[in-house]
């Protein structure tokens, strides 16, 4: 049995090579067209290796030689692709070459975007974008048109983005506190000139009575200091009385605010005293004895001279826009404050008649003035000072050359 298998491996092997001599010279003298037509290469195919007759087959040659578009028309792809490993594919080739042979647009209309969407890492893929560009090719307001805005903030989380924000800076920059003081600002002056204005009215009204009552003319002697009135830097006009004498309302007004800074301000500061005192030492200050009263008058003629030295006016002063100034009209002296600030109380002396020389001179000034040698002038810093619109309207018409000779 052994010798006989032996001769049959032996034949085998004679019959290849044989076959193999004869193979290789039938090949070069036949047409291997004709003989393939004759030959089911199915049932040929089946029989070989093909594995092993790729390894000895130059691929790259073969495919020169092929007509791979009518191959591929023959070969089920989808089946093909199912048993290739396509991601080493892809890894083998170069892509971006692929793709510049390739139309996009067609590959896009037919897959599913969402499909694509769903298994790709769009952030990984944004990382590697500029935005910018897409952003300069994208037409923005018909993409905004098909997108739900609230979804999207509803999924953003405002409270994060916020907090990311610099609020003072932007306020600052878009100089919203600028323009909010700005018109906070102008509306309180405007307020404050409005009650100034109203208080002008008042004195020009008063001084109109009282000049008919002792029976003087009011256009005679000066309306107020000559280095004001005739100083160019003073706009002049119907409703101007910037420069003039003080009438008694706009007085009597500062006064009575001054005495309410004088007091709130020295109750509040005998207070704090108080407190610290108490804190401090255990020691409780009266309240009501002479010596308080002797500190309150301290400190009101502290408030009065310190005031009219720097600016020329107290805070009852300021707030209705008149100014201390000598007679000529120039800003007072140390010494003249200082006798002015002294000579104040002797005003109030036999019934206050310092006072009550106010409404009944041309001048408007007091006991005080006159000793001191000062007046008292609107003054309204750089906006001029003026009485109401109607009654300067009226003032004019009786000031006119025709009214004066009717009321003749």
Do not use: C
């Not at 089911?40 to 092993?52: I, K, T």
């Not at 979804?151 to 989380?157: E, G, L, N, S, Y």
């Amino acid at each position: 049995m052994t010798s006989t298998g032996g001769a049959r491996d032996n034949g085998r092997r004679l019959v290849g090579r044989v076959a193999g001599a004869v193979t290789g010279r039938v090949v070069d003298a036949v047409d291997p067209d004709i003989v393939l037509a004759h030959v089911d290469v199915d049932a040929l195919v089946e029989r070989v290796d093909l594995d092993a007759a790729l390894a000895r087959v130059d691929i790259q040659a073969l495919l020169e030689r092929l007509d791979l578009n009518a191959l591929v028309e023959r070969v089920d792809l989808d089946a093909a692709l199912g048993r290739v490993d396509v991601e080493a594919l892809v890894a083998r080739i170069d892509v971006n070459q692929l793709l510049q042979r390739v139309d996009p647009n067609l590959i896009l209309a037919r897959v599913d975007p969402q499909v694509v969407m769903d298994r790709v890492d769009l952030n990984a893929v944004l990382a590697r974008i500029d935005p910018q560009l897409i952003m300069d090719r994208v037409d923005v307001d018909a993409l905004i048109a098909r997108v739900d805005p609230q979804a999207i903030v509803d999924r953003v989380d405002m409270d994060a983005v916020v907090a990311r924000i610099d609020i003072q800076a932007i306020v600052q920059r878009s100089g919203i506190p600028d323009v909010v003081a700005d018109s906070t600002r102008s509306m309180a002056w405007s307020m404050i000139d409005l009650a100034r204005r109203q208080l002008v009215g008042l004195d020009v009204i008063v001084d109109r009575f009282v000049f008919r009552l002792i029976r003087r003319d009011r256009n005679e002697g000066a309306r107020g200091p000559a280095a004001l009135i005739d100083s160019g830097d003073v706009p002049r006009g119907r409703e101007t009385v910037s420069g003039n004498y003080t009438g008694v309302f706009s007085r009597a007004a500062s006064g009575l605010l001054d005495i309410g800074a004088i007091i709130g301000l020295y109750t509040l500061g005998v207070a704090g005293l108080g407190v610290l005192t108490r804190v401090l030492f255990g020691v409780t200050l009266g309240r009501g004895t002479f010596w308080g009263v002797v500190a309150l008058a301290v400190w009101a003629f502290f408030y009065i001279f310190i005031g009219l030295v720097i600016t020329g006016r107290t805070i009852g002063k300021a707030l209705t826009g008149l100014r201390v100034v000598r007679a000529d009209g120039t800003a007072p002296y140390a010494r003249v404050v200082f006798i002015r600030t002294i000579a104040l109380p002797f005003s109030l002396v036999f019934f206050g008649i310092g006072f009550l020389m106010i409404p009944f001179r041309r001048d408007h000034r007091g006991l005080h003035d006159l000793i001191a040698g000062t007046a008292v002038v609107y003054d309204w810093g750089d906006r001029p000072a003026a009485m109401p619109g109607p009654l300067a309207d009226f003032l004019q018409r009786t000031r006119s050359p025709d009214h004066d000779n009717t009321s003749e």
